[in-house]
């Protein structure tokens, strides 16, 4: 019966962008008191907006994305933290990395007790590749297993994925479309219904 939110506030002291919390009011429109979850970026320059959700024992998983510690471009990592009770205001880093290689814009569409699901993109800092949009399934939400095929064509980059469950694995998914290329480019908003099956097999987890 009530609802938190997430987001990402510059410090002007430290011009770094930390992630905050606050609950909102009953009708969604207004944010109560605002209270620092002590995760900032350190000064990194690839590094994300939180995506939370709901566990099935009522914590909250924050996922985000960080450059990789090889410094490489387009190699960004996923991380998460989780929550230490269902109040969802104070967190511990989760050991690891949900992603590496290169994915962002990480978007959990199912959090349930060994069947998840997530959507995310590929890098933009390919210079003339497509961002792609992917599908990965996990047992727990910490270790993912990437579906190898991508989900949009490489003629545009796909990016930005949310999505709103519509029924049993089926998924109405909303993203960004817009030319490869880097710097700025016109963006258009787009919709797309997703079903996912389920498979027979649970993939082998990615060590």
């Given amino acids: ?28 429109r207004t944010l109560g008191e605002r209270v ?3 995760i900032s970026d350190g000064g990194a320059m690839a590094w994300g907006v939180p995506d939370a959700v709901v566990l099935p024992d009522n914590r909250v998983r924050l996922y985000w994305v960080e450059p990789s510690p090889s410094g490489r471009m387009a190699d960004e990592v996923v991380v998460s933290a989780t929550s230490t009770d269902a109040s969802g ?33 590929t890098s933009p800092e390919n210079p003339g590749k497509a961002q792609r949009l992917m599908l990965a ?18 003629s545009m980059s796909y990016l930005d994925p949310t ?20 710097g700025d480019r016109p963006y258009e908003l787009e919709q ?3 079903t996912v099956k389920k498979s027979k097999k649970k993939p082998a987890k990615k060590r």
Wanted: charged content about 20%; hydrophobic content about 40%.
């Fill in 36 to 38: 620092s979850l002590g």
């Fill in 1 to 28: 019966g009530s609802r938190r939110a997430y987001f990402v506030e510059l410090d002007p002291n430290t011009k770094q962008k930390v992630i905050y919390t606050a609950p909102l009011s009953a009708d969604g």
């Fill in 137 to 154: 399934a996990s047992d727990d939400g910490l270790t993912w297993v990437i579906h190898p095929k991508p989900l949009t064509p490489a």
């Fill in 89 to 121: 205001t104070s967190f511990v880093r989760d050991g690891g990395y949900r992603t590496t290689g290169g994915f962002v814009d990480f978007e959990v569409l199912q959090a349930n007790d060994g069947d998840w699901l997530a959507m995310m993109s």
């Fill in 192 to 194: 797309g219904i997703l």
């Fill in 163 to 182: 999505a709103v469950k519509i029924g049993p694995r089926k998924f109405k998914v909303y993203y960004a479309k817009a030319p490869n290329m880097l």
